[in-house]
């Protein structure tokens, strides 16, 4: 009988590491190898260089069945990334109750630790959370407001950190102001006096979108900041597609708040997000979920969000460390990259108009295009249909086209099968 386990349990051991591991390891030592060659080159000379990145697409699965150009939604996780995951799902289905009771906290410990060194950040500042929606919620619910105070957002901003906001007006009588971006600023200062300008003495926050959804456009989140602190004002960060796009750390921002969603572009299984404040700040914020039992200045009393699924946390170890292989400063230039080598080649089309600054202070992976004449859903739905190229329209009173996110998988061919659609449609106009 005994024998009998033992055999069963060595069968079972063997079946998973048999159908995960192995030709993983080899594929990402040589990966890795690979990636030791180019150590001498710069992150622009990499850039473009498609026989490094060639090895680095063979490391995700990507659909054979169209073209993703839309990985701002979120981005597959790296075939690494997403192994890890199915291995931790079936550890911790083999031992649940015994898992979450036992092991549960000093993973979820060491997974925080390495996130905050990422970030350049303390592990006692950041909060593990699902998602950026969740993250900066915690924060537009939670500081310390009265009815008639201020707040000043963007009318770029997501929408659901403008509901946030309107919400926390509605029912608690704060007062929100909206500033409109430019499509193309000619200076940070530009976007600085913008906020300035609609602050009033009972301004008490600006909220900032560090990377905009809708047209890619980054914005100067340390200028900004300066300029409120000088001025006794907090700052929120929307960094939820600057993380792991840009290579940064958060102390550079110089904000008291950010949140993240660490699916998008560090390449993190799905329902993953991160909160960042400043340790002076965690004591005057209030938990979304109730939490008495931490004590006020204990950032994990912004955690308490129950039993779930703790297999994806497990991963994040693997997708930074994925991510550190390629290197920050090479992902953030080729991406860079990617946009400019179709945005340049899009510009010179008749009828196209790209609603995303050039400069590589003020873009990097997003770019947005219309075609004059043409609804951005229409665009959308023709790029699909006839090319087979997946994009998100965006319709916005500031912005009209179809949001293009290539991904590191992008291949420039890809690209220039994007450009030549764009040409055929706005001939066909
Ligand atoms: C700028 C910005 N903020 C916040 C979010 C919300 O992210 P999540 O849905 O992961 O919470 C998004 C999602 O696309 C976004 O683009």
Known sequence: MENNTRRNFLQKTMMASASIPILNLAF?????????????????????????????????????HFTNLENGYFSLAADEVLEAQLKNIRMINEQPSWYMRKRQWEDRAAIKERLANLAGVSPEEIALLRNTTEALNIVIQGIDMQAGDEAIVSDQDYGSMLEAFDMRSKRF?????????????????EIVALFESAITPKTKVI????????????????KIADMAHSKGIEVISDSAHAFGQLN??????????MGTSLHKWLGCPLGLGMLYVKKEKIKGLWPLMGDVNMPDDDIRKLEHIGTHPCSADLAIANAIKFHEMIGADRKAARLFYLKNYWTEKAADIPNVIINTPKEKSRSCAI?????????????????????????V????????????????????????????????ISESM
């Open 367 to 391: 770019a947005n295009v219309g075609i004059e004449g043409i609804s951005p859903a229409e665009l959308a739905e023709i790029l699909y249909k006839r090319y087979k190229i997946f994009t």
């Open 28 to 64: 990402m030592e040589s990966l890795k190898a690979g990636i030791a060659e180019h150590k001498d080159k710069s992150a622009k000379e990499i850039a473009a260089d498609e026989t490094f990145w060639y090895q680095i697409q063979k490391a995700y699965t990507v659909s054979p």
């Open 173 to 189: 009588g704060i007062v929100v102001k909206k500033v409109n971006i430019p499509l193309h600023p000619k200076s940070d200062e």
């Open 207 to 222: 909220h900032v979108t560090h990377l905009i959804n809708l047209s890619g456009q980054i914005l100067p989140v340390k």
């Open 393 to 424: 329209a965006i319709d916005h009173t500031a912005i009209k086209g179809v949001r293009v996110t290539p991904h590191l998988y992008t291949t420039t061919s890809e690209l220039d099968n994007f450009v030549k659609a764009l040409e055929e």
């Open 248 to 257: 940064f750390k958060i102390p550079e921002l110089d904000c008291d708040y």
